[in-house]
């Protein structure tokens, strides 16, 4: 993937043709220095025509103004400008952006008509919104650009954008941050999107060492170094592909303290079949998305890296495919994990928390996380429960329950908590070994966490969260087009800033 967008920041108007976008309010006024364009008579009436009430993220196209250098001028409304938050300014940018055709210079002339002055944060919120709203996965649509070329697939985002604000100087330095999140969750929307017959726990695995050259520490464990630790869970779900297993480890050494490090772990089946409990073949085809929990660790690493964060995190994946192979692991079978503990497989299609057992041991045996977070689009119950718009939220901790869902409501990446308890936890009792990998139809998403919350450590502060509602085939929103949202990545670097960047 190779994202180069030409976001711009200055405090004056430079160009004198092309598009120009405005910004309004439900007073359908504009800021001083957007009066002073002489636009107001001619915005009015067209606004009129149009039954334009400029709504928040609401446009008014107007070509060849009268009286106006430029081509093209787009109004966008603020709603109400009074109650905007946080995460309405990235949902602007891809307003912006969704307004505009592919390749089309603009300039933003970013005033609030209420005066209040438009921060470099919210200016560079708008930038990665654009960013983000532009990226486009075509990379095998035949008919677009070479390889080589500017389309298609290079998967580039068109975005030319000069934002204009009187905060241009601080939105440059706060860009540098934005520019790398928005980077990061297009990494993740690129390994979701990408077929399984081009991306294999090998091949994912190499892209995720690409993060070293970011100084990133990468260790990537083979089939047989996993043998030797006894990860027969993780082995287990993969011994029914011809394509070796990964366990890659990612280490980015932030902070100068020696404080344990914070661990996100990620679910990484790269193909889920189901094995030999094998899917519905109607829309079995979506389980290239199953690893959108690995994604995400990934796109947040990459994230944390690129903008130097002044934290210690480690990132684990276990990456898998889930086949049903003559070898595959069979109903009823029972296995080993690394921590020790014996698992009866009731279903092989509840695969990716016996990865998840695997890895989740490792991050804590090697790294001795303080806290340890875990991303995996695990159970079709949560969408049941929730649908799309939030992710399901498991934790041991009260506290980090909390700061996951503030930065869920500020970022817009959502989380709900659902309980556990005893009552759900005998739910997986096996007659025949410690546990089962099925709890059964009922509370399915809340006996998964169960399940995963055997093999965290005493002490340790833990959160899973249940993406599968998220990751892959949500709604389109302002500043998600494709079919894979990159969701987590936004969430987690805001947690890792908010709690740990003191």
Do not use: C
Not at 61 to 80: C, E, N, S
Not at 358 to 371: G, I
Not at 475 to 495: H, K, Y
């Amino acid at each position: 993937m190779s994202q180069n967008p030409a976001i711009s920041f200055h405090k004056s108007v430079s160009a004198e043709s092309g598009t120009l976008v405005v910004l309004t309010d439900e007073t359908l006024n504009f800021g001083a220095e957007t009066t002073g364009l002489g636009i107001a008579e001619l915005f009015r009436k067209a606004a009129g025509t149009a039954d334009y009430k400029a709504k928040a993220l609401a446009t008014l196209d107007l070509l060849a103004p009268a009286g106006l250098q430029f081509d093209r001028l787009i109004v966008v409304g603020l709603g109400k400008a009074e109650e905007l938050v946080e995460g309405d300014w990235s949902r602007l940018g891809g307003a912006i952006q969704g307004a505009l055709r592919k390749g089309e210079q603009a300039t933003l002339l970013a005033e609030r008509p209420d005066g209040k002055p438009i921060s470099g944060e919210q200016l560079a919120d708008i930038g990665m919104g654009a960013v983000l709203r532009a990226y486009s996965f075509d990379r095998y649509k035949s008919g677009k650009a070479g390889k080589d070329g500017e389309n298609g697939k290079t998967s580039k985002g068109h975005v030319k954008l000069d934002i204009v604000g009187s905060e241009a100087s601080k939105a440059k330095k706060a860009w540098v941050a934005r520019s790398a999140i928005a980077e990061g969750a297009l990494l993740a929307r690129e390994l979701v999107n990408e077929p399984a017959n081009v991306l294999g726990p090998v091949e994912f695995a190499e892209k995720a060492a690409a993060l070293e050259a970011l100084g990133v520490t990468i260790e990537i464990l083979t089939e047989k170094q996993m043998k030797k630790l006894g990860m027969r869970a993780l082995l287990g779900v993969a011994q029914g592909s011809v394509r070796p297993p990964r366990l890659v480890a990612m280490h980015w050494n932030g902070s100068k303290s020696k404080d344990k490090p914070i661990a996100f772990v990620g679910k990484g089946v790269v193909f889920d079949t189901g094995g030999i409990s094998i899917k519905p073949a109607g829309g079995m085809e979506d389980m290239k998305g199953d690893m959108g929990g690995a994604a995400a660790v990934v796109g947040a690493m990459h994230a944390l890296a690129s903008r130097k964060a002044k934290a210690n995190v480690v990132g684990i994946i276990g990456l898998v495919e889930n086949m049903p192979d003559g070898n595959a692991q069979r109903p009823g079978d029972i296995v080993e994990a690394a921590s020790g503990v014996t698992i009866e497989i009731i279903n092989t299609d509840a695969e990716g928390r016996l990865v998840l057992a695997d890895a989740l041991w490792y991050a804590q045996k090697t790294y001795e996380p303080k806290v340890v977070i875990d991303l995996a689009t695990l159970t079709g119950a949560v969408l049941v429960a929730l649908g799309s718009d939030h992710a399901g939220l498991f934790a041991n901790d009260d506290a980090l329950a909390a700061a996951l869902s503030r930065a869920g409501d500020v970022t817009g990446e959502k989380v709900w908590r659902l309980p556990l308890g005893d009552a759900y936890d005998k739910l997986i009792e096996s007659k025949f070994a410690d546990i089962k990998n099925t709890g059964g139809r009922h509370a399915g998403s809340i006996t998964a966490a169960q399940f995963i919350q055997r093999f965290v450590d005493d002490g340790v502060a833990w959160a899973h969260l249940d993406i599968a509602g998220t990751a892959m085939g949500s709604p389109q929103s302002e500043i998600n087009r494709s079919w894979a949202s990159g969701w987590g990545v936004r969430l987690l670097d805001r947690f890792v800033a908010d709690n740990y960047e003191g």
